[in-house]
C-alpha cells in the first residue's frame, strides 16, 4: 500500500518511480518490441508546457500533486506554485515571516488527510495550511532529541495510523506522531550499520513500513522497530522508488547493480532486474502519483510503470514485463517533451499527464488530443511531411499514405514503419512530376495507377511499382488534350470511368484513346456549364453533380449529356448563395450535402430547396472545406475554424480545434475515407487521422472554484484585519462595508484537458435573474455601487467538451450599509431618545426618593420622639409601680393565698410588658454607633442574645454572599433593628439548637434572611401576625414596608422557622458615613442610656 497521497519527484541525481496505466496511449503502443533498451520505440505525442514564462516560479519542478479541492501543486528548487489551469500563485521563504516556508528549495510534497500539505526542503519540513496561506516548520533542532533528527528531508508519507515518516539525506529515517510532536529516530539496521541516505518509504498492506534508498531495501517492523534488509536486495542495489503491486512485490527504480528496474518478491525471495540500456548515464528522476493513482493501476488490469530517465520518459508494461515505448525530447518537434531529463510526473482525477523535467518546466500531455493522430513537417526531420498545405490524401490498400502538398510536393507515408518519402518537383519527365506542380487532388484508378492533379502542371499518372511518372497536359493543338493545366478534382465514377474537374470546365478520360472527352461552357447558355469546376461527386443514382467556383450546383446526365444548373440566389434562403462549391456527399439516406464557401446546404430533393447552415445554427466557420460520413451517419466536417462532428438528425455541432490536437483550425478540401473508417482531413499545417468511433467527450465533471477576491481591482489580503479571513477558495461567506461595493471575483473549473476552452456561467443572486453566460474567455465577474444587503453569487464550470458542474461554487457576501443607514445607528437613535426618556423617568423618581427619604426622616424622627416620651414617661411610671406592688404582696396576710397568686401574676405580667416597651421603645431609636460592618453587629447582638436568653449555648452563624456594598443608613438601620427582633424572638421562644443569618448582596435585590431550627410559629399565629398582646412579626413587617422591602416568613411546627427580608437594589443601596452595632441595643430590655 503506497503511503497516502505522496507526490515526490527527481531530485538532483536521485531517482523516484511513478506508477500510472493510460489505456489509450497503451493501445497506441501496445505492439511487441523485442529489442530493449535504447530501441524501444518513441511515441510522437503532443505535450503542452508550462514554465517561468507562464508564472511557474521555476522550471526546476520536483514533485507534484492535486489536492482535495483539484489544485495542482508544483515543488520547484525555488518555492512552491499552485496551479488552476490559467495562472499560478507562487508561495516563497520570507526571512522576516516564520509562517513562510523554512526554504525556498524543496525536494517532497504531500497532503495529509486533514487536507494540509507538507513540503520537504533542505531545512526541516514545513506544514502548509492552504486556507490561512501559513507554514508550521518542523526543524532539526542539535539540543532536542525528540526534534526532527536531520536538516535535509528527501522524502515524506503518511501511514494508516496516521503517523509521518520522513526519509533525510544524512540522518536516516525519522516518524513525527502528530499529536504529541514527538519524533523516533531510525537510523542503524539489525546489523548495527546506518541505513543511509532514504529516498521513499511505503506502508504495505500488513501495515509494516518499507522504505528504499543508497543502501538499498529496507523493512521496518513497527512494532519491533527492528529495521531488516532482504538478503535478495543486499548486493550493491541502490534504489531511489519502491511501489507494492496488489501480488505484493515490490517494484524499485534503480541505478545498481542496473541502470532501470528491479522486482523484488518477498514471497520467493527473488530479485529481478530489467535495465534501460547501456548508454543510460543514469536515471534521473521519478515520481509515485499518489494513493488515488495507483488505485487506478489496480482496477485497469492493464498495469504499467512511468519509468524517469535521463532520456526521456519510459513506460514498462508489467504483464510482459517489457519497456514498450517512450517519450522523447525532440529539438525538431516543439510538442515532444522540452527536454529528456525527466524528474516526475503525475496523472490528475482528469487523466491528464503532468511531467515534470530539469529546467524545462511542465509537460502536459492531454490523452483525448491524441484522439487525432497528427502529421506535420518539422524543421530539420526529414522524416516528416515535407512543408506546406496539405491539399490532398489518398490511402492504399496496404496502409501507404500519399500526400499532395502545396506548393509542390509529394510524400509517401508508411505508418507501419515510421518511414517518409519525399518526391520532390523534378523535371516534367517519367523521373518526376513536374516543376511547379502543385498537388491538388490524388485518385487511384482501376489499373492501379495514382493519378495526381495540380496546379500549372496538369495530370500526372504516377506508376507506384515503376515509379514512373507520365504527364497530361493542355495542347491547343490537340482537341482530346486537357482543357487547362489548372486541374482541382479527380473523380473515378462507379463504371471506373475517371473525371478531371479544371479551370474552363471539366474533362473523362478515354483510356483506350489515352486522351479526354472535354465539357467546356457555352456563353449565353442558361443550361450550360460554369467556367471552373471544383469538385465533382455521384449518386445512388449514377448521377454527375459538379460544383463550380461561382457558386453553382450542377447536374450532369452522362447519358443525356445535359445540364441542369442550381444558380444561387443570394437573397433567397431556400437557395445557394453564391459562395464557391468546396464540396458534395451523398449521405446513406440519399440526402445530399453541399459544403461551400458561406455554408452548409441540405438540398431537398423533391422539393429543388436547399436548407443552409452556418455559424449562426454552430458551425465553427461557414466555410466548409470537406464531407466525410461515418458509420453512425454523422458528418464530419472540415472548415477555417477547426473540424465540426454534424448529426443530422438532430441538427447539433459538435466542434474540434487546434486545442484538441487538430492540425491547425484552417483546413483544406484535401480529404479522404480511408481503411476500417478511418478518416483523414489535411491543413494548413499537415494532416489529423482519427476513428471517428474513438472520439469521445470527456466525462469528467470538474470542481469549480473561486480563485480570487479584489476589491477596487486590488486583490483582498488575508489576515485578521481584512475581509478575508482565509484563502478565498475556503471561504463561505464575507462582509463588506458599505464603500467595498465595488469587487471582483476571479473563477476556475479545475479540468486540466484543454483548460482554455473550459465554459463559465454566473449569477449574483438578490440582485441578476438569469445566468451570464459568458463562455471560455471571461473568468472574471466584476460588480460596482451594489446597494446594502445579502447577495449569493453563484458560478458553474464546464470542461472543455461542454460537461457541466452545475452546483459549482458560491459566496455569500453582505453589504454592510452606512452609519447612517445601519440598524444600530437606529437603535442608537432609539436608545438616546429612550435614554432621555430614562434620564427624566430617573429624575423624577429622585426626586420621589428625596421626598419619601425626607418623609422617612420625619417619621423616624416622630417615632425617637415618641420612644423617649414613652421611655421618660410611661415606662419610668410602670418601672416604679413595680416595688410598691411587690411590697403589697409582702403585706398581704398568710391567709390570701389567692390575692398573693393574682397580685405575683400580675407582677409578672407587668415586668414582661415593661420589658417589651422597652424593647419596642429601642426598635423606634435611630442607631449611633461607630461600626460600619452589619455581618458583624448582628454577629455580636446575636451572641449576646445566646448568651443571656437560653439556657443552653445554640449553634449561630452569619453569612455574607456577594460583594459587601453600602446601605441606605436608613434602610441599614431598619435591617438591622429587624434582624435583631428576629434574633430575639427566635432566641427567646424558639428553643433553637442552630440559628443562621444569611446576608446576600445581589445586582437587583438585597436579601436578609434569619433562620432557626426551632419549635417553629403555628398557622394561627402567623395569620394574626404574632401571638396576641406581642407586637414582633407586625413590628417587623411594617419595617419592612418602610424601607420598600417584602417581608415572608415560613414555619412550621417543630420544624423551625425562616424569615426573609427581600429590598430592591434600588432603594437599598446607597451612600453613608453612618455607623452602628449592636450597643445600640440593650439585649436584657434595659436602657442603656
Not at 633 to 647: A, E, P, V, Y
Not at 847 to 873: G, K
Not at 1005 to 1018: E, H, M, N, S, T
Request: hydrophobic content about 35%.
Amino acid at each position: 500500500m503506497i503511503l497516502r497521497n505522496t507526490a515526490r519527484c527527481l531530485r538532483g541525481a536521485s531517482r523516484i518511480l511513478f506508477f500510472c496505466i493510460i489505456h489509450a496511449i497503451y493501445a497506441a503502443a501496445a505492439q511487441p518490441h523485442p529489442v530493449q533498451s535504447d530501441s524501444v520505440v518513441v511515441r510522437d505525442l503532443r505535450f503542452t508546457h508550462l514554465n517561468t514564462n507562464d508564472g511557474l516560479s521555476q522550471s526546476y519542478v520536483v514533485a507534484i500533486l492535486q489536492d482535495r479541492r483539484g489544485f495542482m501543486w508544483f515543488a520547484t528548487r525555488d518555492g512552491l506554485n499552485r496551479y488552476d489551469g490559467n495562472s499560478f500563485v507562487v508561495y516563497k521563504n520570507n526571512p522576516n515571516d516564520f509562517g513562510s516556508l523554512s526554504s525556498n528549495f524543496l525536494q517532497d510534497l504531500m497532503q495529509d488527510d486533514h487536507g494540509y500539505l507538507w513540503i520537504a526542503t533542505n531545512t526541516g519540513v514545513n506544514k502548509f495550511d492552504p486556507e490561512t496561506e501559513r507554514c508550521t516548520r518542523y526543524l532539526h533542532d542539535p539540543g532536542n532529541p525528540n526534534s526532527l533528527g536531520g536538516a535535509s528531508v528527501k522524502s515524506i508519507a503518511q501511514d494508516s495510523r496516521g503517523s509521518f515518516w520522513f526519509g533525510t539525506e544524512d540522518s536516516g529515517l525519522d516518524k513525527l506522531d502528530p499529536r504529541t510532536g514527538r519524533f523516533t529516530h531510525y537510523r542503524n539496521d539489525g546489523d548495527g550499520q546506518f541505513v543511509g541516505r532514504i529516498s521513499q518509504v511505503i506502508e504495505d498492506a500488513h501495515r509494516d513500513i518499507w522504505f528504499v534508498g543508497e543502501r538499498g531495501l529496507f523493512h521496518l517492523n513497527q512494532q519491533t522497530g527492528q529495521i531488516t534488509r532482504p538478503s535478495a536486495a543486499r548486493n550493491g542495489l541502490s534504489a531511489d522508488s519502491v511501489y507494492e503491486d496488489e501480488m505484493g512485490s515490490f517494484w524499485m527504480l534503480v541505478d545498481s547493480p542496473v541502470v532501470g528496474l528491479a522486482k523484488y518478491d518477498p514471497k520467493a525471495e527473488r530479485l529481478s532486474t530489467f535495465p534501460l540500456g547501456a548508454r543510460h548515464v543514469g536515471v534521473m528522476a521519478s515520481t509515485s502519483s499518489g494513493g488515488s493513482l495507483n488505485g487506478t493501476l489496480r482496477a485497469d488490469g492493464q498495469n504499467g510503470l512511468w519509468v524517469p530517465s535521463s532520456r526521456g520518459l519510459y513506460y514498462f508494461d508489467r504483464p510482459t514485463e517489457r519497456f514498450t515505448y517512450r517519450f522523447q525530447h525532440n529539438e525538431s518537434n516543439p510538442d515532444s517533451l522540452d527536454s529528456d531529463a525527466v524528474f516526475c510526473a503525475y496523472r490528475d482525477w482528469g487523466g491528464v499527464l503532468w511531467v515534470g523535467t530539469e529546467n524545462g518546466g511542465l509537460n502536459i500531455l492531454n490523452f483525448r488530443q491524441q484522439q487525432f493522430n497528427l502529421y506535420k513537417h518539422r524543421f530539420s526531420d526529414s522524416n516528416s511531411l515535407s512543408p506546406g498545405r496539405v491539399k490532398a490524401i489518398y490511402q492504399n490498400p496496404d496502409g501507404i499514405v500519399w500526400v499532395g502538398l502545396f506548393p509542390r510536393a509529394l510524400d509517401r507515408l508508411d505508418r507501419k514503419t515510421g518511414k517518409i518519402t519525399h518526391y520532390l518537383p523534378a523535371r516534367g519527365d517519367e523521373k518526376g512530376f513536374g516543376e511547379g506542380t502543385n498537388v491538388n487532388c490524388i485518385y487511384k484508378d482501376t489499373a492501379g495507377y495514382l493519378w495526381l492533379g495540380g496546379g500549372g502542371s496538369g495530370l500526372v499518372r504516377f506508376d507506384q511499382r515503376t515509379g514512373r511518372f507520365k504527364h497530361y497536359r493542355h495542347n491547343p493543338d490537340d482537341p482530346n488534350s486537357l482543357i487547362s493545366d489548372n486541374v482541382y478534382t479527380i473523380f473515378g465514377d462507379r463504371s471506373g470511368q475517371m473525371w478531371v474537374g479544371q479551370e474552363g470546365g471539366f474533362s473523362r478520360f478515354d483510356s483506350a484513346k489515352d486522351g479526354f472527352t472535354n465539357y467546356r461552357p457555352v456563353p449565353d447558355h442558361p443550361a450550360s456549364l460554369e467556367n471552373t469546376v471544383w469538385v465533382i461527386d455521384q449518386d445512388r443514382s449514377g448521377t454527375l453533380w459538379l460544383g463550380t467556383w461561382g457558386g453553382t450546383l450542377v447536374r450532369f446526365d452522362d447519358k443525356a449529356k445535359t445540364f441542369m444548373n442550381y444558380t444561387p440566389g443570394p437573397y433567397d434562403p431556400q437557395k445557394l448563395s453564391g459562395g464557391g462549391v468546396n464540396t458534395i456527399h451523398e449521405d446513406r439516406t440519399g440526402t445530399l450535402w453541399i459544403g461551400a464557401m458561406d455554408g452548409l446546404y441540405r438540398y431537398q430533393r423533391q422539393s429543388g430547396l436547399f436548407t443552409r447552415y452556418t455559424e449562426s445554427q454552430g458551425l465553427p466557420s461557414s466555410t466548409t472545406r470537406c464531407i466525410l460520413e461515418d458509420e453512425a451517419g454523422r458528418l464530419w466536417l472540415s472548415t477555417q475554424k477547426g473540424i465540426s462532428r454534424f448529426d443530422p438528425q438532430k441538427e447539433t455541432f459538435r466542434n474540434y480545434d487546434v486545442s484538441d490536437g487538430l492540425q491547425s483550425n484552417e483546413f483544406s478540401t484535401g480529404c479522404y475515407h480511408g481503411l476500417n473508417g478511418e478518416m483523414f482531413f489535411g491543413g494548413t499545417n499537415g494532416f489529423n487521422a482519427f476513428f471517428p468511433e474513438n472520439t469521445h467527450d470527456n466525462p469528467y465533471v470538474p470542481p469549480v472554484v473561486i480563485t480570487s477576491f479584489r476589491i477596487f481591482n486590488k486583490p483582498a489580503p488575508i489576515g485578521t484585519e481584512s475581509v478575508l479571513k482565509k484563502a478565498i477558495p475556503y471561504v463561505d461567506s464575507l462582509t463588506l462595508p458599505y464603500r467595498d461595493n465595488v469587487f471582483s471575483l476571479e473563477f476556475a473549473a479545475l479540468s486540466y484537458a484543454n483548460s482554455q476552452k473550459n465554459h463559465y456561467r454566473y449569477m449574483l443572486e438578490n440582485f441578476e435573474s438569469v445566468w451570464n453566460d459568458v463562455g471560455s474567455r471571461q473568468r472574471m465577474a466584476t460588480y460596482t455601487n451594489l446597494d446594502p444587503g445579502k447577495y449569493v453569487f453563484r458560478v458553474q464550470g464546464s470542461n472543455s467538451d461542454g460537461v457541466w458542474n452545475e452546483e459549482g461554487a458560491s459566496l455569500t457576501i453582505v453589504i454592510t450599509p452606512p452609519w447612517w443607514n445601519t440598524r444600530w445607528f437606529r437603535a442608537v437613535s432609539t436608545a438616546v431618545f429612550l435614554g432621555l426618556l430614562w434620564a427624566a423617568y430617573q429624575l423624577r423618581v429622585r426626586q420621589l426618593h428625596h421626598e419619601f427619604a425626607v418623609t422617612l426622616e420625619a417619621r423616624v424622627a416622630e417615632r425617637m420622639r415618641i420612644a423617649r416620651d414613652l421611655h421618660d414617661t410611661l415606662l419610668q411610671s410602670f418601672q416604679a409601680l413595680l416595688p410598691r406592688l411587690q411590697a403589697a404582696i409582702y403585706k398581704l396576710p398568710e391567709g390570701a393565698a389567692d390575692a398573693r397568686k393574682t397580685l405575683e401574676e400580675t407582677v409578672d405580667q407587668a415586668s414582661e410588658a415593661i420589658t417589651e416597651g422597652r424593647d419596642a421603645v429601642q426598635g423606634l431609636r435611630m442607631s449611633t454607633v461607630e461600626k460600619n460592618d452589619l455581618a458583624l453587629a448582628i454577629r455580636t447582638v446575636g451572641e449576646e442574645l445566646a448568651s443571656v436568653e437560653t439556657q443552653s449555648t445554640p449553634k449561630f452563624e452569619v453569612i455574607v454572599e456577594g460583594t459587601s456594598r453600602n446601605l441606605h443608613p436608613i434602610v441599614r438601620d431598619e435591617v438591622y433593628r429587624l434582624a435583631v427582633e428576629a434574633l430575639r424572638n427566635a432566641f427567646r421562644h424558639a428553643e433553637a439548637q442552630t440559628l443562621e443569618v444569611e446576608i446576600r448582596y445581589d445586582e437587583r435585590y438585597f436579601r436578609l434572611r434569619v433562620r432557626d431550627d426551632g419549635k417553629g410559629i403555628g398557622p394561627e399565629v402567623l395569620r394574626g401576625d404574632g401571638r396576641e398582646g406581642h407586637y414582633g412579626l407586625h413590628g417587623m413587617k411594617e419595617r419592612a414596608k418602610l424601607v420598600g422591602g417584602k417581608l415572608a416568613t415560613w414555619s412550621e411546627v417543630n420544624n423551625g422557622t425562616e424569615i426573609e427580608l427581600i429590598i430592591p437594589a434600588s432603594r437599598a443601596y446607597g451612600k453613608s458615613t453612618r455607623r452602628f452595632s449592636a450597643t445600640d441595643i440593650d439585649v436584657k430590655g434595659n436602657d442603656r442610656a
